[in-house]
C-alpha cells in the first residue's frame, strides 16, 4: 500500500469533519440571523465546482423588485469559507443567457452587482477548524461584519433609484460612474452599464434617458457583439414590471 492509499482515508475523515463543524454552525446562527433579515432559502445547483462548493444560498426582494441575495462559499480545502452578496432587479436581464430573472432562482453568481463581505473591504475568508466553538466563533463575526457593512450594501446598492441615477452618459465616458456602482467580480464595461442604466430609467419613467443609454451601448459595443446586445436589450420593448 502506497503513502497515499495510507493517508486517503484520514484526509477524508477530517474533510468530512470540517465540513459537519462549519454546517452546524451555520445551522445553528446564520441560517437564523439570514431568516430574520426576511431571506428566504435557494435550493443549492444539483452540480457545483467541487473546489468552490455553495451553502446557505438564499434571497430576498425588497420594495417588489430588488433581489438580493447572500451565500457562503467554501475554499478547495475547506478550511476557510467566505460570504457573497449580489444585487439585482426583477426587469434587468441575466447577463449570461439574457432572460428576466426569477428571485427564488436566483443565486449570487447570476447578479449583476456582487460584492464579497469583508470588514475592510478585502478579500476576506474566515476559518474553519475541527474546534466546534472556533467555528462558531467564526460565524458569529461574519454576522457582526453582516451587520456592520453587509447590510449597508444592500441598503446603498439594493434599491431604487439608489446611487444609480447619478450615473450620466458623460459619467460613462469619463470612468466616473464606477464611483455609483459596488465592486463587483464581473467586468462591467461603459457599454454593459449603459444597458442596465437603460432599464433602470426605464423603470423609474425616464423614457428618454432609457433611449439615451440604450443608444450609447449599441453605439459602443463591437460589432461581433451587436446582436448579443441587441437581444439583451429586447425587454425594453416590452418591460416586465412587478406590480
Not at 445553528?28 to 428566504?40: H, R, S
Not at 446557505?56 to 462559499?73: G, L, W
Not at 437603460?198 to 463591437?222: C, M, P, T, V
Request: glycine content about 4%.
Amino acid at each position: 500500500m502506497n503513502q497515499k492509499e495510507l493517508t486517503a482515508p484520514i484526509e477524508r475523515i477530517s474533510l468530512m469533519s470540517l465540513m459537519t463543524e462549519l454546517m452546524v454552525a451555520l445551522h445553528k446562527v446564520f441560517w437564523p440571523f439570514l431568516e430574520q433579515q426576511k431571506f428566504k432559502a435557494i435550493r443549492p445547483l444539483k452540480q457545483q465546482d467541487e473546489r468552490n462548493w455553495i451553502l446557505c444560498p438564499s434571497y430576498r426582494v425588497k420594495r417588489k423588485v430588488c433581489i438580493h441575495t447572500v451565500d457562503v462559499q467554501y475554499d478547495r480545502f475547506r478550511e476557510y469559507f467566505c460570504v457573497n452578496m449580489g444585487v439585482h432587479f426583477r426587469f434587468l436581464p441575466l447577463t449570461f443567457n439574457e432572460e428576466l430573472p426569477t428571485p427564488h432562482k436566483t443565486q449570487t453568481s447570476m447578479c449583476m452587482f456582487n460584492h464579497r463581505l469583508s470588514p475592510d473591504g478585502g478579500d476576506h475568508w474566515w476559518e474553519v477548524t475541527n474546534a466546534r466553538d472556533a467555528t462558531l466563533e467564526s460565524v458569529r463575526d461574519v454576522i457582526r461584519v453582516f451587520d456592520e457593512t453587509g447590510l449597508a450594501f444592500f441598503e446603498t446598492y439594493g434599491v431604487l433609484p439608489g446611487p444609480y441615477e447619478s450615473i450620466t452618459i458623460a459619467g460613462l465616458d469619463s470612468g466616473e460612474y464606477q464611483k455609483f456602482i459596488p465592486r463587483t467580480d464581473l467586468r462591467l464595461s461603459p457599454s454593459m452599464i449603459a444597458s442596465v442604466m437603460a432599464y433602470i430609467s426605464k423603470y423609474l419613467g425616464n423614457d428618454e434617458a432609457s433611449k439615451e443609454f440604450e443608444q450609447y451601448a449599441l453605439s459602443r459595443i463591437h460589432e461581433r457583439f451587436q446582436h448579443r446586445t441587441e437581444k439583451y436589450l429586447r425587454f425594453l420593448d416590452d418591460p416586465t414590471r412587478t406590480e
